[in-house]
């Protein structure tokens, strides 16, 4: 596993020239390159401002895990023998980050604290923009307010056995004779 200081889809190992020559190979209607799947839990917001442009840009902090359909040679493999990117800053497109801000933002209204979890499978899509592509997504889980204590404390529960059980009642023992406890003499003194 990979750590990184952002994930974002070059850092699952798909720049720009590979997204647009894969996306070239598929179906212009409903042809798409799966890139990753990307799992998240939202704490916030980070600002940065592009050099270039001056543009502000919101990167999603938190704790994040990206595994891209490629391996360490760029060979497609499939999510389930890509290459795993763990980060604590992620920047995804536009309109599917803007969802998951969307919901941090109201989530934030009630609960300064709060956070947001989400997962997606991350694809690239022929477009006939400059790029040749954009972006979609499928959703895996909804995106909402967690609270990942919550989640372990309930993991934790669903799990629990108690530490000592009460022990078996025996079945009933046959009855036996008993010798006659004696008691010990005493010395008088």
């Known amino acids: 596993m990979k750590l990184s200081g952002k994930l974002t ?19 212009m209607e409903g042809g798409r390159v799966l890139l990753g799947r990307i799992v998240g839990i939202v704490s916030g917001l980070k600002q940065t401002v592009n050099n270039d442009t001056g543009e ?20 497609i493999v ?3 023998k890509g290459v795993k990117v763990t980060a604590g800053v992620c920047y995804l497109p536009g309109g599917i ?26 694809y690239a899509i022929p ?30 529960a669903a ?11 025996p079945a009933e023992a046959p009855a036996t004779e008993a010798a006659p406890v004696e008691k010990p003499a005493t010395k008088k003194g």
């Open 56 to 75: 502000v840009q919101n990167g999603l902090k938190g704790q994040f895990r990206g595994i891209s359909s490629r391996d360490d040679t760029g060979a």
């Open 9 to 27: 889809a070059k850092t699952l190992g798909w720049d720009r020239v590979a997204i647009g020559s894969e996306t070239k190979k598929v179906p």
């Open 127 to 156: 477009e006939t923009n400059k790029a040749g592509y954009s972006f979609d997504a499928d959703t895996l889980v909804k995106a909402e307010e967690s609270d990942p204590l919550d989640t372990l404390l309930t993991m934790a």
């Open 159 to 169: 799990d629990a056995t108690p530490a000592l059980e009460a022990p078996e009642t």
């Open 97 to 122: 980050q803007d969802m998951i801000e969307g919901t941090l933002a109201v989530a934030k209204e009630t609960d300064a604290k709060a956070t947001v979890q989400f997962a997606i499978d991350l």
């Open 78 to 80: 499939g999510i389930d």
